[in-house]
């Protein structure tokens, strides 16, 4: 099986619906994503200007909205 029969399988045998995993509840998805891309920005922005200490404050912020979006996933 690929994942496309995979996925909706393994959601039905227990009885969970699938799309029930895949919704965000209680945040701004698309705020934080724009959030993202601005740090991006400013990360390539402060890595062409050898900005380490910037870079890895930047990327610890991307780190922490990704995993703000991921817990938040039921």
Known sequence: MNKEHLLPAMCTTPGVDSREHHEATGIDKAGIKAKVRE????????????????????????????????????
């Open 39 to 74: 740090l991006k920005r400013q990360g390539d922005q402060a890595l062409a200007q050898a900005n380490h200490q910037l870079v890895r404050d930047v990327r610890r912020q991307i780190h922490h909205l990704n995993h703000q979006i991921r817990s938040h996933v039921l």
